[in-house]
């Protein structure tokens, strides 16, 4: 839902606010000799309340900038997030359980900047490290979430691969078509139509020319799917198989990945 500017502004100035306050008490708590009544003040825990605001800072300008309302793409994101490492990784700190969830708080963001900049590969490789301590502290919750997430990006690198490959010099749309029809007819019944139980075998005859297009693992959710797929007019029963149209239509829409990240990691 989008996020009214006004709003963000209002945030953005009490989280400034609460920075400032936080970075008041952790200079008086330190100095507590020459600020006696600061003495109980706990500079360690202000420290981590004050790293905290940071972080959700940084969310809410990303957040921010996702949405439009903030017209750079905001250069003090990562100078955010490299003071709330800094505070996070302290040794005087590290200990902390709160230390770690602040690190896998950090890593979320930083990859999801990475993400939004269409820095795909680098943004798996951060979402693995908080994976990685998510596991470390028991974090379950969020690993189970990062797991689904960090699914649903590598579904889509391969989509684009596969489309890349679609589009090169070896694979034009024209000579895909061709290795896939000669495959379906090779396995097509006198009726011209394909059958489940021979999905299998045409993702075998695919893949040996290089093309793999089917998991031969779920036959049955791909087979629901190709039944989506048949075109509008389409006079083939639903029970009886499916035509080469049918096939291609799938082929073409790519709604093998849609199908995939609908069912299998939402």
Request: one cysteine or more; hydrophobic letters at 40%; aromatic letters at 6%.
């Amino acid at each position: 839902m989008p996020v009214d500017a006004t709003v963000v502004l209002e945030r953005e100035t009490q989280l400034r606010d609460a920075i400032a306050k936080y970075e008041t008490l952790v200079t008086l708590a330190t100095q507590s000799k020459q600020h006696v009544d600061f003495a109980f003040v706990w500079p360690r825990e202000i420290r981590l309340y004050l790293a905290d605001c940071l972080v959700t800072l940084a969310r809410l300008k990303r957040l921010a900038a996702t949405q439009g309302t903030e017209e750079n793409k905001d250069d003090e994101i990562p100078y955010l997030l490299a003071r709330a490492r800094e505070i996070y990784t302290d040794p005087e700190l590290t200990n902390s359980k709160m230390c770690a969830l602040g690190r896998i708080h950090v890593l979320i963001e930083e990859a999801e900047a990475l993400r939004q900049s269409e820095h795909a590969p680098e943004a798996l490789a951060t979402f693995a490290n908080a994976i990685e301590l998510c596991r470390n502290v028991g974090d379950q919750e969020t690993e189970s979430r990062l797991v689904r997430v960090t699914q649903v990006m590598q579904l889509e690198l391969n989509a684009t691969a596969h489309l890349d490959t679609v589009m090169s010099q070896s694979h034009t749309p024209e000579s895909e078509k061709q290795i896939l029809t000669e495959a379906f007819q090779r396995l097509a019944g006198n009726d011209g139509l394909l059958q489940n139980d021979q999905l299998p075998n045409l993702a075998q005859a695919l893949d040996g020319n290089s093309t793999k297009a089917f998991d031969t693992t779920e036959v049955d959710e791909l087979w629901r799917q190709l039944m989506r797929c048949k075109p509008s007019g389409s006079t083939v029963e639903a029970s009886s198989g499916i035509d080469m149209a049918t096939l291609w239509c799938w082929w073409m829409s790519e709604a093998k990945y849609a199908y995939q990240r609908r069912s299998r990691y939402k």
